[in-house]
């Protein structure tokens, strides 16, 4: 059964970290410590979040074309279930419960921060907490409500369909949602 929590971000110690010993290697053991602390305290978590996160605690501005190889390499390393969304890889943290994480008024999380499995499981939240057949527009009012979002936005509509065409999700012969 799909649960509920609150999403929490990753608390990393801000470092001071130049590009250059990045490149060099010298940096890969903590990168990949803080992609791991991040990992088990967000996933599931895209690769784009993933690699954001640890950029701004190594106090770097942006992963340019000579530092995303090293991170690239450093992330493909881990010893973690990497799925993908779309050609995103998605890290999944160790002991990852089904659950979906609405983003408290304290935090920022976008839409296109949350990978699509994550907006299934919300689906099924609502469904299962509903307990009845629901229309899709009566649904993806539930969806935008439940993950904390004021209007339905382009982007917060883009996950909902992307996240209500899985499979998971049961439909009846009308196109309505069920459990």
Do not use: W
């Not at 110690?13 to 053991?29: C, F, K, L, T, Y």
């Not at 009012?141 to 065409?165: I, N, P």
Request: glycine share 4%.
């Amino acid at each position: 059964m799909a649960e509920k929590k609150d999403y929490r971000t990753a608390e990393l110690n801000v470092i001071a970290a130049s590009p250059e010993a990045i490149i060099s290697g010298s940096m890969d053991e903590e990168i990949r410590e803080r992609m791991m602390l991040t990992i088990e305290a967000e996933g599931p978590i895209l690769e784009s979040l993933l690699y954001k996160r640890v950029i701004n605690s190594m106090s770097l501005k942006k992963i340019g074309s000579r530092i995303l190889p090293v991170f690239d390499r450093v992330a493909s390393e881990l010893p973690v279930r990497i799925t993908y969304d779309d050609k995103e890889r998605v890290f999944h943290a160790e002991n990852e419960e089904d659950v979906f994480r609405p983003t408290p008024d304290s935090s920022v999380r976008y839409s296109y921060q949350i990978p699509t499995e994550e907006a299934v499981c919300c689906l099924r939240y609502i469904l299962q907490r509903e307990n009845r057949i629901i229309t899709k527009t009566e649904l993806s009012k539930l969806f935008k409500a439940e993950l904390g979002y004021d209007r339905m936005g382009s982007q917060v509509d883009a996950l909902f369909k992307k996240a209500a065409k899985s499979p998971e999700l049961k439909r009846t012969g009308n196109g309505r949602f069920t459990i």
